[in-house]
C-alpha cells in the first residue's frame, strides 16, 4: 500500500512540478507582458491615443494583476477555493491609508511613507490571514468557499464601524460610535463614510513595481520545495500525508502569503483615491479577482496577468454602449470561456498549429537524425 502511495505522488505530485526551464519561460513571459504593457501604455498616454478615463485606471489595473496572481498561489497552486480576498484587500487598503496619514504627519517624503505603509499593510493582512486561516483550512471544497465568503464579508462589516482620527498627531480610535472633537481633516476613518482626505500617491510606475514583486514571490514560491509540497498536497492529499508532508502548515503558508500581497495591492489600490468606502470591498470583488484567475487559466501566472488587465479595460472600452455595456462585458466572458475551455476547440487550433509550423533550416530529424533537407 505505502508502495503504491508512494509511486502515485512521484508519477503526479513531481510531474507537475515546476522545472528550471519552465520556471524561467514562465517568468520571462509574465514580466515581458508587465514591462511592454508598462510601456505601451505610457506612450499611448504621452501620445494622447488613451483617454483619461482609462488613464485613470492605470493603477487599478495593476492592483487587480497583483490580486489575481497572488490568489492563484491558492486557487492555482494550493487548489484551495478562496472567496474572501476582496477581505485582505480591504484590510490593506485601510490600513496602508492609515499609516500613510500618520507618517505623512511627522514626514513629506512620498516613496519611503508609500513603501512603509504598503509593508505595513502586508503584515496586516497576513496577521488576518493567520487567524481565519487556523480554523478553517481543515476543510476542503465548498465548505472552504462558503468559510472564505463569510469571513471575507465579516472584515468588510467591521470597516463599517471603524473610527479612526490625529489629534495633534496622536491616533485616536474609536468602535462602533464617531470620534468627537476633531474637524474633518482630522479624521482618517470614519465608518462606512470610508476613508477620507487620502493624499493620492499612488503612481503606474509604483503599480508596475508591485506587479513584479508579487509575480517575482509567486513564481519563485511555485519553483521552491515548499511549491512542490504545496503542489503535490493539491494532487494526492492522502499521499502527501502518507510521506510525512505536513498539510495544514503548507497550506497555512500559501494562505497567508497570499493574504499578504492582497494586502499591499490593496494599500496601493486605497491611496489611488481620495476617498475609499467599505462596500468597495464587497462579495462581488471577490469574485471578480477569482474571475480573473479562472479565465487566465487556473495556476498560469501570465495568463492571470492578461485575464484582469483585458477584464479590467473593457468596461472602459464599452462605456459606450451605457446601458448595453455590461450585457457585452458578460457575452464577451462567455464566449472566451468556451473558446479556452472546450476541449474540441483546443483540439482543432492545435492541428491548425502543427499544419503551419515549420521545420528550421539545418535542423535534425527526431526520429532519424539526419538533417532536415
Same mark, same amino acid.
Given at each position: 500500500?505505502?508502495?503504491?502511495?508512494?509511486?502515485?505522488?512521484?508519477?503526479?505530485?513531481?510531474?507537475?512540478?515546476? +522545472?528550471?526551464?519552465?520556471?524561467?519561460?514562465?517568468?520571462?513571459?509574465?514580466?515581458?507582458?508587465?514591462?511592454?504593457?508598462?510601456?505601451?501604455?505610457?506612450?499611448?498616454?504621452?501620445?494622447?491615443? #488613451?483617454?483619461?478615463?482609462?488613464?485613470?485606471?492605470?493603477?487599478?489595473? %495593476? %492592483?487587480?494583476?497583483?490580486?489575481?496572481?497572488?490568489?492563484?498561489?491558492?486557487?492555482?497552486?494550493?487548489?484551495?477555493?478562496?472567496?474572501?480576498?476582496?477581505? =485582505?484587500?480591504?484590510?490593506?487598503?485601510? &490600513?496602508?491609508?492609515?499609516?500613510?496619514?500618520?507618517?505623512?504627519?511627522?514626514?513629506?517624503?512620498?516613496?519611503? #511613507?508609500?513603501?512603509?505603509?504598503?509593508? $505595513?499593510?502586508?503584515?496586516?493582512?497576513?496577521?488576518?490571514? $493567520?487567524? #481565519?486561516?487556523?480554523?478553517?483550512?481543515?476543510?476542503?471544497?465548498?465548505?472552504?468557499?462558503?468559510?472564505?465568503? /463569510?469571513?471575507?464579508?465579516?472584515? *468588510?462589516?467591521?470597516?463599517?464601524?471603524?473610527?479612526?482620527?490625529?489629534?495633534?498627531?496622536?491616533?485616536?480610535?474609536?468602535?462602533?460610535?464617531?470620534?468627537?472633537?476633531?474637524?474633518?481633516?482630522? *479624521?482618517?476613518?470614519?465608518?462606512?463614510?470610508? /476613508?477620507?482626505?487620502?493624499?493620492?500617491?499612488? &503612481?503606474?510606475?509604483?503599480?508596475?513595481?508591485?506587479?513584479?514583486?508579487?509575480?517575482?514571490?509567486?513564481?519563485?514560491?511555485?519553483?521552491? +520545495?515548499?511549491? *512542490?509540497?504545496?503542489?503535490?498536497?493539491?494532487?494526492?492529499?492522502?499521499?502527501?500525508?502518507?510521506?510525512?508532508?505536513?498539510?495544514?502548515?503548507? +497550506?497555512?503558508?500559501?494562505?497567508?502569503?497570499?493574504?499578504?500581497?492582497?494586502?499591499?495591492?490593496?494599500?496601493?489600490?486605497?491611496?489611488?483615491?481620495?476617498?475609499?468606502?467599505?462596500?468597495? =470591498?464587497?462579495?462581488?470583488?471577490?469574485?471578480?479577482?477569482?474571475? =480573473?484567475?479562472?479565465?487566465?487559466?487556473?495556476?498560469?501566472?501570465? !495568463? !492571470?496577468?492578461?485575464?484582469?488587465?483585458?477584464?479590467?479595460?473593457?468596461?472602459?472600452? $464599452?462605456?459606450?454602449?451605457?446601458?448595453?455595456?455590461?450585457?457585452?462585458?458578460?457575452?464577451?466572458?462567455?464566449?472566451?470561456?468556451?473558446?479556452?475551455?472546450?476541449?474540441?476547440?483546443?483540439?482543432?487550433?492545435?492541428?491548425?498549429?502543427?499544419?503551419?509550423?515549420?521545420?528550421?533550416?539545418?535542423?535534425?530529424?527526431?526520429?532519424?537524425?539526419?538533417?532536415?533537407?
Amino acid at each position: 500500500m505505502a508502495e503504491r502511495l508512494l509511486k502515485n505522488i512521484s508519477t503526479r505530485g513531481l510531474k507537475n512540478a515546476v +522545472k528550471g526551464s519552465e520556471y524561467r519561460r514562465e517568468a520571462a513571459i509574465s514580466y515581458a507582458i508587465l514591462i511592454i504593457g508598462f510601456i505601451v501604455l505610457q506612450a499611448g498616454a504621452a501620445a494622447g491615443m #488613451i483617454g483619461h478615463n482609462l488613464q485613470g485606471q492605470f493603477v487599478p489595473i %495593476c %492592483c487587480y494583476i497583483s490580486l489575481a496572481v497572488s490568489l492563484n498561489l491558492v486557487v492555482g497552486i494550493s487548489g484551495e477555493l478562496s472567496l474572501g480576498h476582496a477581505g =485582505f484587500m480591504a484590510v490593506g487598503a485601510f &490600513s496602508g491609508i492609515l499609516m500613510s496619514r500618520i507618517m505623512g504627519f511627522h514626514m513629506s517624503f512620498e516613496p519611503a #511613507i508609500i513603501i512603509t505603509s504598503m509593508l $505595513f499593510a502586508a503584515f496586516m493582512a497576513a496577521v488576518a490571514g $493567520f487567524i #481565519i486561516g487556523i480554523p478553517i483550512l481543515g476543510l476542503r471544497g465548498d465548505y472552504l468557499a462558503i468559510v472564505t465568503l /463569510a469571513f471575507g464579508e465579516i472584515i *468588510r462589516n467591521i470597516m463599517n464601524v471603524l473610527y479612526f482620527g490625529l489629534d495633534d498627531g496622536k491616533l485616536r480610535f474609536a468602535f462602533n460610535h464617531t470620534i468627537d472633537g476633531l474637524d474633518n481633516n482630522e *479624521r482618517i476613518i470614519t465608518g462606512a463614510i470610508g /476613508a477620507t482626505g487620502t493624499k493620492t500617491m499612488a &503612481s503606474f510606475t509604483w503599480g508596475l513595481l508591485l506587479c513584479l514583486f508579487t509575480v517575482f514571490v509567486v513564481l519563485n514560491i511555485k519553483n521552491s +520545495k515548499q511549491g *512542490r509540497a504545496i503542489m503535490s498536497i493539491r494532487d494526492n492529499r492522502i499521499a502527501a500525508e502518507s510521506i510525512g508532508l505536513d498539510v495544514r502548515k503548507y +497550506k497555512l503558508m500559501a494562505f497567508v502569503i497570499s493574504a499578504a500581497l492582497a494586502g499591499m495591492a490593496g494599500c496601493l489600490f486605497g491611496l489611488n483615491y481620495s476617498t475609499l468606502v467599505p462596500l468597495k =470591498f464587497n462579495f462581488n470583488t471577490s469574485v471578480l479577482i477569482l474571475v =480573473f484567475v479562472v479565465l487566465g487559466g487556473v495556476g498560469n501566472i501570465w !495568463g !492571470g496577468i492578461i485575464a484582469a488587465a483585458v477584464l479590467t479595460i473593457l468596461p472602459e472600452t $464599452f462605456r459606450q454602449f451605457a446601458d448595453y455595456r455590461m450585457l457585452t462585458y458578460a457575452v464577451v466572458l462567455i464566449l472566451v470561456m468556451i473558446f479556452t475551455y472546450n476541449p474540441a476547440i483546443n483540439a482543432r487550433v492545435k492541428s491548425v498549429v502543427n499544419k503551419i509550423k515549420i521545420k528550421k533550416p539545418g535542423g535534425k530529424d527526431k526520429k532519424t537524425g539526419k538533417e532536415a533537407a
